[in-house]
């Protein structure tokens, strides 16, 4: 009896582990390193609160600091964005941002029948040229605004989430996934660049962060010159960051209008 | 005039729709910041640096062994080159020496923590090849050595080979023996020859506004995680025995 009891155990142990992701458990990415946390992970090393997106919230540590590929034939992903990031951004206005996996190649098949499966990751965030979160990140779970403590409880179905110091917006645990969704409100006018952070896994079928597949960068992004125009509600398909980059761009376009103007009207 | 406002307007929104300043993965090969990690700290024997470019086109990839304690009581420990340029430009201070008497039970309770959240991720310190500094941590790497079977394995196992890069089974494991003594060694080591902790490269690469460190600064000088391991480096001790299982 005590044997299966202990057997019964390892199993679960085993079936709940995620795998070539991050960690063994969304909470486990604000554990300390050297793990001591009480139930219900206990024991279990964790991040530390480092995610990894690059930025100086996570000391320029990247997801690839940790997923290690080791394998030329490696580094293969790629990741687009809906909207494309434009050269600006503007003050105040909320972003719906989706970042794609493309060209995911790992954990596709063949993952044993104690995994959860084909399990991906992001990891992201926004932040100033001086280092702080750029405006106001919202996932599935939690948001700048509201930042709880704690992870998602178990059962959660959303695919975003953040939480702890919410410095960055993280993949939850979700099969199969490639495409994430979330808002972001840039600052107020006067914050200046604005770069986004941001690093995807495709994750492997092997329990360990050894030879996936990473791919991280950073685009950085002008504040832009705010218009004259009339409000637009925030899920309008105009607040994109490229219709927002072409309303940056709008003060020199408009300029260039009227300078032609004048000259087809002096000819 | 409305065909050239409609050029204007799709000349703008072409502009602006293009890349950004846009930068791209920094670590194509997986390990982002190569063997030494360009952190222009210099060549300092025992230091966190084992480049030793000298400016040739060979990258000398310096990996050590474990400080050994020898009849004399000194310590000794052998240094390869991975990338067997044939030059030592870089090459780590074998000894023998004498390691600094600090006091292992503050490490184990107040450094070693900081050491395995910043340090120990597998593409920085925690890799057997091509670092002086090597941290062994759970989840992260873990040392060669044999332990008892774990999970549904029904021998003994490698730690290294099942437990690095996961938290489950072996890589669960507290630290063994072996992994503390290494990291208590391998930390130690920085300050030989340093008279001022402040001027040592356990703190000096990546203190925010010291060496290069690829970029990557963990803490300011005001941090507490600073003054800790400062703290250690001065000789403080825990004054009492730290028990910092399961880790």
Known sequence: ?267 | MKTITSIVAAIALIAACGDAATKDDPCPRGLCTGPSGDDGGGVTGDGGTTTGDGGGACRESWGCTAWAKNAQGQYTRTCTDAAMCGTTNGKPNEGPLSLPDLDMDFYKCKVEPIVDRGCAFLGCHGTEAGRVYKVYARARLRRKETVPAMCLQTSPQDLQEMGSGTTMCDGWLPHTTGEWQENFDNARAFMVGVANPDDCELLSQPVIGGKNHTGVHLFAKTDADYTTIRQWLSGTKLGSTCNPDPN
Request: hydrophobic share 40%; with cysteine; charged share 15%.
């Open chain 1, 1 to 267: 009896m005590r044997t299966a009891i202990v057997l019964g155990l390892v199993l679960a142990i085993v079936a709940s582990a995620s795998l070539a992701r991050a960690w063994d458990g969304d909470p486990l990415w604000y554990n300390p390193a050297n793990g001591k946390v009480a139930q219900p992970y206990n024991v279990m090393p964790g991040g530390g609160g480092i995610i990894g997106t690059g930025g100086a919230g996570d000391h320029a540590v990247t997801c690839a600091h940790c997923h290690i590929k080791g394998d030329a034939s490696y580094g293969t992903i790629r990741v687009s964005f809906n909207p494309p990031f434009g050269t600006t951004y503007m003050p105040n206005k909320q972003y719906t941002v989706t970042l794609n996996l493309v060209g995911e190649h790992l954990g596709l098949s063949g993952c044993g029948q104690y995994v959860l499966g084909n399990i991906n990751e992001f990891a992201a965030t926004f932040e100033t040229d001086s280092g702080k979160v750029a405006g106001a990140m919202q996932a599935d779970y939690g948001s700048t605004a509201s930042c709880p403590t704690t992870p998602p409880p178990m059962g959660f179905t959303g695919a975003t989430m953040m939480y702890g110091d919410c410095h960055a917006i993280i993949a939850a645990t979700v099969k199969d996934k490639t495409s994430w969704t979330f808002k972001w409100t840039a600052p107020p006018p006067g914050a200046g660049n604005v770069t986004f952070f941001y690093g995807v896994v495709d994750g492997d079928c092997m329990m360990d962060s050894l030879k996936d597949d990473v791919k991280v960068g950073s685009v950085t992004m002008s504040e832009g010159v705010m218009m004259m125009a009339p409000p637009r509600p925030p899920n309008d398909p105009a607040s994109t960051f490229s219709s927002f980059s072409s309303f940056g761009l709008a003060v020199p376009a408009i300029g260039l209008v009227v300078a032609l103007r004048r000259r087809r009207k002096r000819g």
